[in-house]
Antibody, heavy 123, light 113 residues
């Protein structure tokens, strides 16, 4: 059974960098064939897709985040990370990691999600 | 970007009755070479992450009750709950994975009449 678990600071100061990690169990981020994704949900609002990465190094980030996003992986720990720089209150949200967007060479749905972690941007 | 819209915003249905949610994409999400619609439906209950219900517009995810079904092609899609149960109270989102950036519909809130 594949499980994902987000972790990171719950409070980030404005203009600082938000850093989150997603630990994966039950699948390998380096050899399973899937891409790994981040999605966020501001309080009381809908879902916003942030981007995905493949362990091969291929990444795609939502242009709406204006180049503030970086995704990476630590294969030795079977986990992947998200960084969002220059945060503002608008980045306050529940952040989810998920498996999917691509599987092998083709698009694929987000089929396994973490429980989410709340990040508040405030001074 | 592909814009996803949903209707209605909110839906009140009696227990045991049918619930129908519509989703429309701003361009076709049917990929001709695979003849698949790159459309997923998610269910989100309060305080929980979204759960994949339907993908390829009409394929039910493993473990999802068969009262949930998806239909449609091209730009117009429907999620149907054939007989609403109390545990189906949730917000339902459609999402296209045809191209990037992936985009979600704004959600439809389903509650009991």
């Amino acid at each position: 059974q594949v499980q994902l678990q987000e972790s990171g600071p719950g409070l980030v100061r404005p203009s600082q960098t938000l850093s989150l990690t997603c630990a994966v169990s039950g699948d390998s981020i380096s050899s399973g064939g899937y891409s790994w994704s981040w999605i966020r949900q501001p309080p009381g609002k809908g879902l916003e897709w942030i981007g995905y990465f493949f362990n091969s190094g291929t990444t795609y980030y939502n242009p709406s985040l204006w180049g503030r996003v970086t995704m990476s992986a630590d294969t030795s720990k079977n986990q992947f990370s998200l960084k969002v720089s220059s945060v503002t209150a608008a980045d306050t949200a529940v952040y989810y990691c998920a498996r999917g967007d691509f599987y092998l060479d083709g698009p694929f749905p987000l089929d396994v999600w973490g429980k989410g972690t709340t990040v508040i941007v405030s001074s | 970007d592909i814009v996803m819209t949903q209707s209605p915003d909110s839906l009140a249905v009696s227990l045991g009755e049918r619930a129908t949610i519509n989703c429309r994409s701003s361009q076709s999400i049917l990929y001709s070479s695979t003849n698949k619609n790159y459309l997923a439906w998610f269910q989100q209950k309060p305080g929980q992450p979204p759960k994949l219900l339907i993908y390829w517009a009409s394929t039910r995810e493993s473990g999802v009750p068969d009262r949930f079904s998806g239909s449609g092609s091209g730009t117009d899609f429907t999620l149907t709950i054939s007989s609403l149960q109390a545990e189906d109270v949730a917000v339902y989102y459609c999402q296209q994975y045809y191209n990037t950036p992936r985009t979600f519909g704004p959600g439809t809130k389903v509650h009991i009449k």
